[in-house]
């Protein structure tokens, strides 16, 4: 399917289409008029980066775990370590970020709240 039908069945646009083909997350062939032919899974494949991105996935994670998803044998099985995985980074983060609440709190209403905390 050409460019413009992909971007109509996927509901985003030609030029995010390019940008994600530029980074290697989709691959269309060229016909011999220079158009763009993609395969019509495309359009499943670019929902599912759409979901990921909602989920916090960066396109960087989402093009290195791609291929992972594509060749795995149970790809149900392979998202769900991707998600507990990434559940990790959220938890690590939001305990570095309440470290980093507590540090301001204690700092609020001192003298100098820019010297090192005691």
């Known amino acids: 399917m ?4 992909l971007a109509a069945q996927a509901g985003i ?6 940008f994600y083909e530029k980074l290697g ?10 158009y763009r032919d ?8 670019l929902h599912y980066i759409r979901t990921a991105q909602s989920l916090g996935f960066s396109l960087a994670e989402i093009a290195r775990h791609g291929e992972k998803l594509r ?6 099985e392979a998202l769900s370590v ?20 507590t540090d301001l709190e204690v700092r609020v209403g001192t003298g100098c709240p820019l010297q090192p905390a005691d």
């Open 71 to 76: 060749d795995a044998p149970n790809a149900a």
């Open 82 to 101: 991707l998600l507990k995985e990434k559940i990790q980074v959220i938890d690590a983060r939001m305990a570095e970020l309440a470290a980093l609440r």
């Open 2 to 5: 050409r460019i413009g039908e």
């Open 38 to 45: 993609f395969p019509p899974e495309t359009v499943t494949w």
């Open 13 to 18: 646009s030609k030029d995010t289409i390019r």
């Open 25 to 34: 997350l989709v691959t269309g062939r060229r016909l011999t008029n220079g």
